[in-house]
């Protein structure tokens, strides 16, 4: 009898323990999904502020159509990027590079730092990357830990049975985000007014001429004539 009530148990024990792990993927799941949303909101706002800051852009340097081409091209590209994370950054790569190279055409053009529009546009995309960078690191999180259970005994079990898969990680290259992530530019110390300027290094003295040589005793030169002898 006892037999029969410890293995009812033991077999009640491991079917809730597998429903518990099932819920548990379902929401890890979910909140996989919900954070890569919340990158992929943050990718269309960078992308909707592009054409405008090309166009700022532009005005000022309108003989750079390569480069517009280039950004233009490589924003559609990343635009139409719908599938998986990986593909998605793969499409963000060159993107960022063709960015990078708007911005180094923009910091030719000091003028440009007295355009109100290109200056909110840059401070609207550097707010957009900062909260794209928090949502990635939130989405990698996410992944992270669903994916070691995926992985792990017992819960791989549950994983294979039910279909749960691991997710992909959204990585992009460091080389052409940067240190903070974001093609920024700094304009404030191109020459704005007011703005202390190097000073030159002081030259250094000459070096002192040397006193010209006594004339030889007895010498015919000028101003070497011989004092008269004392009267007798």
């Not at 559609?76 to 990078?100: C, D, H, K, Y």
């Not at 990585?171 to 920024?184: H, T, Y």
């Amino acid at each position: 009898m006892w037999v029969w009530i410890v293995l009812l148990a033991l077999i009640l024990l491991v079917v809730f323990g597998g429903i518990a792990s099932y819920n548990r993927f379902v929401s890890q799941r979910n909140l996989v999904r919900d954070a890569w949303a919340n990158i992929d909101t943050e990718l269309r706002r960078r992308y909707d502020l592009i054409p405008n800051l090309v166009e700022t852009v532009k005005g000022y340097a309108s003989h750079e159509r390569e480069v517009f081409e280039n950004v233009t091209k490589a924003r559609a590209m990343a635009t139409a990027a719908t599938g998986s994370p990986a593909e998605q950054a793969a499409a963000e790569g060159p993107f960022v590079a063709a960015l990078r190279q708007l911005f180094a055409v923009a910091e030719n053009y000091p003028d440009l730092k007295a355009n109100q529009n290109f200056l909110a546009l840059q401070a609207e995309l550097s707010n957009t990357e900062d909260r794209l960078q928090t949502a990635r690191r939130f989405y990698n999180s996410n992944v992270r830990d669903y994916n070691r259970r995926v992985q792990s005994f017992p819960s791989n079990v549950i994983a294979r049975s039910f279909g749960f898969t691991e997710e992909q990680f959204f990585e992009v290259d460091e080389s052409l985000r940067g240190d903070a992530g974001v093609p920024k530019v700094d304009f404030s110390s191109m020459g704005a007014p007011g703005a202390a300027q190097p000073t030159a290094a002081p030259a250094a003295p000459a070096a002192p001429a040397e006193p010209p040589a006594a004339p030889p005793s007895g010498s015919g030169a000028s101003g070497g004539t011989t004092p008269p002898p004392p009267p007798g």
